[in-house]
């Protein structure tokens, strides 16, 4: 991860961004994980990855926060809006709602300049330099990058936190992995 995203380029306070998830279960809240489309997809793999090390997580799908899910966000929570673009109009809105709560927002992209980008606390950018688009548009380099990123914040996680492979195993029973860690 952390070698795709050396050669693609990543900008922005990482570090900030991995010490405000870390730390927000210290101050009562979560690191609830947001997207549309394929970023989705991506962002419901981190909330899960997150939850196993041990991080309170819950991925809330970008279209529900502006019919009701707004309620879930409380202070102390971080919210890491993951898109490609910095466009997609289902974000737009949603950073300074959420921070009127006293939330953290985040942005993980592809690409600087996009409009959510501007009302977000801390951003980062993994730029994908050849997106390598199949058809020039279906998202398929982009999404590489995106996985890289959130595989490189787990990673910073565990090391800072001293997660072990016990709690790991703790969250973690089921299925095959979970056999194996038995």
């Given at each position: 991860?952390?070698?795709?995203?050396?050669?693609?380029?990543?900008?922005?306070?990482?570090?900030?961004?991995?010490?405000?998830?870390?730390?927000?279960?210290?101050?009562?809240?979560?690191?609830?994980?947001?997207?549309?489309?394929?970023?989705?997809?991506?962002?419901?793999?981190?909330?899960?990855?997150?939850?196993?090390?041990?991080?309170?997580?819950?991925?809330?799908?970008?279209?529900?926060?502006?019919?009701?899910?707004?309620?879930?966000?409380?202070?102390?929570?971080?919210?890491?809006?993951?898109?490609?673009?910095?466009?997609?109009?289902?974000?737009?809105?949603?950073?300074?709602?959420?921070?009127?709560?006293?939330?953290?927002?985040?942005?993980?992209?592809?690409?600087?300049?996009?409009?959510?980008?501007?009302?977000?606390?801390?951003?980062?950018?993994?730029?994908?330099?050849?997106e390598g688009e199949?058809?020039?548009?279906?998202?398929?380099?982009?999404?590489?990058?995106?996985?890289?990123?959130?595989?490189?914040?787990?990673?910073?996680l565990v090391e800072?936190?001293?997660?072990?492979?016990?709690?790991?195993?703790e969250n973690h029973?089921?299925?095959?992995?979970?056999?194996?860690?038995?």
């Amino acid at each position: 991860s952390l070698e795709i995203l050396r050669k693609t380029g990543i900008s922005g306070d990482f570090g900030a961004l991995c010490r405000e998830c870390g730390e927000a279960e210290k101050k009562g809240g979560r690191v609830l994980v947001t997207g549309i489309g394929k970023s989705g997809y991506v962002g419901r793999r981190l909330s899960a990855s997150l939850a196993s090390i041990g991080i309170p997580s819950h991925f809330i799908h970008a279209s529900e926060w502006l019919h009701g899910d707004l309620g879930n966000a409380q202070p102390g929570d971080v919210v890491l809006i993951i898109s490609n673009s910095g466009n997609s109009p289902e974000l737009i809105p949603i950073p300074p709602l959420l921070q009127k709560k006293g939330v953290v927002c985040a942005l993980l992209a592809g690409k600087r300049g996009g409009n959510v980008e501007t009302s977000c606390d801390l951003v980062v950018i993994g730029v994908t330099r050849d997106e390598g688009e199949i058809l020039g548009k279906v998202p398929a380099g982009s999404i590489v990058v995106q996985e890289a990123m959130c595989n490189a914040i787990i990673a910073q996680l565990v090391e800072t936190r001293q997660t072990d492979l016990l709690t790991f195993a703790e969250n973690h029973p089921g299925g095959n992995l979970g056999k194996t860690l038995a």
